[in-house]
């Protein structure tokens, strides 16, 4: 069992290939994750409240067979929202 890359509780993830990961987290929800995207947040962490984020993408609608996918095109959203 890895870290959540949002709220860094442990969470099951798949490797999916080009660097992106499938997470499964009891904190965040099911969401899939770009290498990009999870290291900007890295980078990021700090200034992030994360407990709202993580509520952010819990509740965000799901892409993909209700997956929610996050990338770097659509990371500064979901933390502009967590605010």
């Given at each position: ?28 929800g ?5 290498g990009?995207?999870?290291?900007l947040l ?6 992030l409240?994360v ?10 609608p799901?892409?993909?067979e ?18």
């Open positions: 069992m890895d870290n959540c890359p949002i709220c860094q509780k442990p969470a099951d993830s798949t490797f999916l290939g080009d660097h992106d990961h499938r997470w499964w987290c009891a904190q965040c099911k969401f899939i994750i770009s990009t995207a999870a290291q890295e980078n990021q962490r700090a200034t409240d407990g709202k984020l993580s509520q952010v993408v819990r509740q965000h799901r892409d993909t209700d997956w929610m996918c996050i990338t770097s095109y659509n990371l500064n959203e979901l933390i502009a929202a967590a605010g």
